[in-house]
C-alpha cells in the first residue's frame, strides 16, 4: 500500500470513534509542549496554502498550456519541471503528473488511500475530495460521480480514474472551450477552476466566467 503524508484524516481512523480533530489538535499540542514544532511555523504554513496557493497556480499551468504549444509538450511530458517553469513546486508537488483531456478521453483524479493532491497547484483539497464516498464511487462509478457534479459526457468520451499517492500526484488538463480563441493567458486563466483541474468539472465557457 502506497505511503500518504496528507494532512486528513483516513477513512480508518474516522471510524474508530474519535474526533480526527481533536486528535489532531492534541498531537500538535504534545509535540509543541515536548518542542518537536514551532506553533508559529505551522500557521505560517497553513496560511500559506490557505491563502496564497490556490487552484489559480494550478489555472496559470493550464492557461500556458492552452497557449503556448511547446509548454504544453513540456507540461505533458514532465509536470513537475514544467510548473517549476512559473515557479510552482515544493512539498507536495515533487512528482506531478499531468493528463490531458480530449473529446474521446476524461480524467478524473482521486486519492482512494485518503486525499493526495498537488499542493503547489491546487492547494489544499476540498472536503468531498477527502470524503470516503468520493474516494470510493470515483473509482466504481465515476460516470455517476461526473452527473452528480453537473458533468455529463457523451457515452463515447470514455473516463479515466487516476488514483493518486504521495509519490504521484495529478492535475487535468482540460478542454480549451470553445470560442476563447482571441483570449489573453489572464482571462483563460479565469476558466479554469479548480474542478476542471481535478476532473469533476469542465472548463468554463467564457460568458459564464464573464457572469
Ligand atoms: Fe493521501
Redesign the pocket.
Known amino acids: 500500500m502506497p505511503s500518504?503524508a496528507?494532512p486528513s484524516e483516513h477513512g480508518r481512523v474516522a471510524t474508530d470513534g474519535y474526533d480526527p480533530a481533536a486528535r489532531v489538535k492534541a498531537l500538535e499540542q504534545l509535540l509543541v509542549e515536548k518542542g518537536y514544532v514551532d506553533p508559529a511555523a505551522l500557521d505560517v504554513i497553513v496560511e500559506t496554502y490557505a491563502h496564497e496557493v490556490g487552484p489559480m497556480n494550478g489555472a496559470k499551468v493550464v492557461a500556458r498550456a492552452w497557449t503556448d504549444p511547446d509548454f504544453r509538450a513540456r507540461l505533458l511530458a514532465d509536470g513537475t519541471a514544467a510548473a517549476a517553469e512559473l515557479g510552482f513546486g515544493g512539498r507536495g508537488g515533487e512528482h506531478i503528473v499531468v493528463v490531458e483531456n480530449t473529446s474521446r478521453l476524461h480524467n478524473l483524479i482521486v486519492?482512494t488511500?485518503?486525499?493526495?493532491y498537488p499542493w503547489p497547484l491546487l492547494g489544499l483539497p476540498p472536503v468531498w475530495y477527502k470524503s470516503p464516498p468520493y474516494r470510493s464511487r470515483a473509482v466504481i462509478e465515476p460516470r455517476a460521480v461526473l452527473r452528480d457534479f453537473g458533468v455529463v459526457l457523451p457515452e463515447t468520451t470514455a473516463i479515466r480514474v487516476w488514483d493518486s499517492t504521495?509519490e504521484t500526484r495529478y492535475l487535468v488538463l482540460p478542454l480549451r472551450p470553445e470560442g476563447t480563441g482571441g483570449l489573453s493567458e489572464d482571462r483563460l486563466a479565469a476558466l479554469v477552476t479548480r474542478e476542471a483541474m481535478i476532473g469533476t468539472g469542465l472548463a468554463l465557457a467564457p460568458a459564464r466566467a464573464d457572469a
Open positions: 500518504c496528507c486519492c488511500l485518503c486525499s493526495c504521495a
